[in-house]
């Protein structure tokens, strides 16, 4: 798949270091000197947010979630995102409190899709701490990591579904968009343990018996 990555941080390089082998890639960020040696590490293309968009089938909004909206106007507006599918992954999260900023009863991803009305936005790999995705393999207490996502919609579905499998974690669909203020809810959570000083890599893992057999 051809990958366009807005941002090209901590979670934009994780996510990178996972899919460079057996994909293309580009990775934007705002400073032209940083997105070289960044995408350089990954033999990935570089540029801004408007070429990150227009390269990728696939556009991954990795800016900090406050400059999610900002970073998809930079690229174009709606139209540099129709028929593409967009991964939001993203966590609207007050760090004062420990909750999500969406007051208005959406997630940040529903919102995403209204901006976007022609993209298929979905929301992944928000839940793990970045370390866990700089990992070399998903396996944690003898069993693969799950990862929740939602979508509404194909090609989203199956390709989300397709990239979370291609960083060695197990896909698992939670349902449509609706229920990212889920995720949301959920990374909030883990955020707030990481913050009273929990290890990175205290995570939420869903057991299903496909991954460890029940006696
Ligand atoms: N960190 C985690 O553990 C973690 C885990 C799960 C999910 N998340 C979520 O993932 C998102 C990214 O987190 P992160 O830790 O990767 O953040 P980060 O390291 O701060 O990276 C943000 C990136 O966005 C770039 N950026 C900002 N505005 C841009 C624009 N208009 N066009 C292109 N690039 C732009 C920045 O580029 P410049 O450096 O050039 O300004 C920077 O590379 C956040 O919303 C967070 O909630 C984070």
């Known amino acids: 798949m051809k990958i366009g990555f807005i941002g090209n941080g901590g979670m934009a390089q994780a996510l990178a270091s996972k899919w460079q082998h057996g994909h293309q890639l580009l990775l934007s960020g705002r400073d032209p000197q940083k997105a070289v040696t960044v995408a350089e590490r990954f033999g990935a293309g570089h540029g801004n947010a408007a070429e990150a968009a227009a390269f990728g089938d696939v556009v991954v909004l990795a800016t900090r979630w406050e400059d999610v909206f900002d970073a998809i106007d930079q690229a174009g ?64 207490d003898g069993r693969t990591m799950v990862t929740l996502f939602t979508a509404d919609r194909s090609p989203a579905i199956e390709t989300i579904g397709q990239l979370i499998s291609d960083t060695g974690s197990e896909p698992l669909h939670l349902g449509g968009n609706r229920h990212a203020y889920q995720l949301e809810a959920a990374a909030a959570m883990v955020i707030k343990f990481l913050f009273s000083g929990r290890d990175p890599h205290t995570i939420f893992n869903f057991i299903q018996p496909e991954v460890k057999p029940i006696r």
């Open 77 to 140: 507006g709606a139209s540099a995102f129709a028929g593409k599918v967009v991964i939001d992954i993203n966590n609207p999260v007050d760090i004062e409190t420990f909750l999500t900023t969406r007051d208005d009863g959406n997630s940040l991803t529903e919102a995403i899709q209204r901006r976007l009305p022609d993209a298929a936005v979905g929301k992944a790999f928000n839940m793990a701490q970045v370390a866990v995705w700089e990992d070399r393999d998903m396996t944690y």
